[in-house]
Each structure stands twice: as C-alpha cells, then as structure tokens.
C-alpha cells in the first residue's frame, strides 16, 4: 500500500479538479494505494465522491505552491512510499511505472521542461519520508528566508536534490508539457503552441496557463473525466 497524495489549497482551482484527479487515478494506478488529499477546506470530504481522505497540513503559514513543501515534514505522518500528482495534470496510461520507478527509498522526480538537466518539476514525485525530511525539509527549515526567495517550492527541491544520492530523474518520454513539448526546444512563444499529445506518454503536465478545463483539445476532454 502506497500514499497517493495530492495538495488542495486556497481557491485556484475548483473541486472538480480534485474529483477528477481521484478518477484518472482509479483508472490508471492498479498499484493498492491510499488517496490524501491535503487541503485547507472544511468541507471538502462532502464535496467529492469516493475513497478520499482529507486532511490538513500541520502548518498553516505557508500560501500557494510551498505547502507542497510540507509533504516532506515529520508532521504530515506519511510512512513508507508516497507519490505525487499536481491537480492540474491529465493521465493518459497506466501510472504503475512511476511508483515502481527506483526503490522504496528513492526520491523520484520529472525533469523541468524548460532546463535540460539542473531543475526538476515537482507535478510529479515519489518520495519515502524516511529519507525526504533530512533531504529536503530539514535544509528548508534551516534556509527558508533563502529558499522562499526562489522562484517556487521546485527551485528548494531542486537545489536539494542535486547531484544527491538515490535521487533519480523520470524518463522524459513519460511525460510532456501541454504547452512546450520539447524540453530541448520549449516552445515559449504562444504562436508556437500546438497542444498535440505526445504518443507513448502517460502524463500531460498542464503548467501555468492554460489549464485542463480550457483546453479544446479532444485527446484532453477524453481522459480529464
């Protein structure tokens, strides 16, 4: 049994995200899991349907995307492999591959899709506390007037990850920016921007804008059900 685990914070995207998300999961993940879902509403274990446990962080002074860095802390009492999923991404295949992905101590993370090899993209993580906290929350704690003068949570876990031990990069075939597709040759400029699916991948990461619910693209309003 694994901890899949999703953050759910302030009101940038709708509920439906996280119902959908819990889908795509049922449908992709045969691996037995638990789905957490951390997030600072009250109401929110009656606003979805299915086997979801709603939880809040320990810590409730961090805004926006740096309570993902909470997911490393002793607080949120993970115990063994967790796996991670941003709420603004689309599964397309079977996602068994990336919890089996390196060992149950392995910190498991895409590559950023605009860098080629020194910055990593936290839409998608596996992680065991066991190593996690002393990887990266620890550092955090001890810098975080530095860290949180970056750019976001994926820049701390960048710099703490890099050129460690047992941290191991997803292939990039496995997943695709809706927006850049190519990690070599992002595509920047809106003009460039063709939304195609890219075959063999299982996980469309949908960064900045636009998000899942203003795509037009068929490939995406088949799977983000």
Same mark, same amino acid.
């Given at each position: 049994?694994?901890?899949?685990?999703?953050?759910?914070?302030?009101?940038?995207?709708?509920?439906?995200? *996280?119902?959908?998300?819990?889908?795509?999961?049922?449908?992709?993940?045969?691996?037995?899991?638990?789905?957490?879902? #951390?997030?600072?509403?009250? @109401?929110?274990?009656?606003?979805?349907?299915?086997?979801?446990?709603?939880?809040? #962080?320990?810590?409730?002074?961090?805004?926006?995307?740096?309570?993902?860095?909470?997911?490393?802390?002793?607080?949120?009492? /993970?115990?063994? *492999?967790?796996?991670?999923?941003? /709420?603004?991404?689309?599964?397309?295949?079977?996602?068994?591959?990336?919890?089996?992905?390196?060992?149950?101590?392995?910190?498991?993370?895409?590559?950023?899709?605009?860098?080629?090899? @020194?910055?990593?993209?936290?839409?998608?993580?596996?992680?065991?506390? $066991?190593?996690?906290?002393?990887?990266?929350? %620890?550092?955090?704690?001890?810098?975080?007037?530095? #860290?949180?003068?970056?750019?976001?949570?994926?820049?701390?876990?960048?710099?703490?990850?890099?050129? %460690?031990?047992?941290?191991?990069?997803?292939?990039?075939?496995?997943?695709?920016?809706?927006?850049?597709?190519?990690?070599? $040759?992002?595509?920047?400029? @809106?003009?460039?921007?063709?939304?195609?699916?890219?075959?063999?991948?299982?996980?469309?990461?949908?960064?900045?804008?636009?998000?899942?619910?203003?795509?037009?693209?068929?490939?995406?309003?088949?799977?983000?059900?």
């Amino acid at each position: 049994m694994i901890n899949f685990c999703c953050v759910y914070y302030g009101t940038k995207y709708k509920v439906e995200y *996280v119902q959908k998300l819990y889908n795509m999961i049922q449908r992709h993940l045969t691996i037995p899991h638990k789905f957490i879902c #951390f997030t600072d509403n009250i @109401r929110l274990n009656k606003m979805v349907e299915g086997d979801i446990e709603c939880k809040p #962080f320990h810590y409730h002074n961090y805004q926006g995307w740096w309570n993902k860095l909470q997911l490393f802390s002793p607080e949120v009492e /993970l115990e063994g *492999v967790n796996f991670y999923l941003d /709420l603004d991404v689309v599964l397309l295949d079977s996602i068994d591959k990336f919890v089996e992905y390196g060992n149950e101590d392995s910190f498991c993370i895409t590559r950023d899709f605009s860098y080629s090899d @020194r910055m990593w993209n936290s839409s998608v993580m596996k992680w065991n506390n $066991k190593t996690a906290t002393d990887l990266i929350w %620890k550092p955090f704690l001890a810098n975080k007037t530095q #860290f949180m003068s970056l750019q976001g949570d994926q820049n701390v876990i960048s710099d703490c990850i890099r050129d %460690k031990d047992n941290c191991l990069s997803y292939p990039d075939e496995w997943t695709f920016s809706y927006k850049w597709r190519s990690r070599i $040759k992002p595509a920047f400029s @809106r003009e460039d921007w063709t939304f195609e699916q890219v075959p063999g991948a299982s996980i469309a990461v949908f960064h900045g804008s636009p998000n899942p619910h203003e795509s037009d693209q068929d490939w995406v309003k088949n799977n983000w059900i």
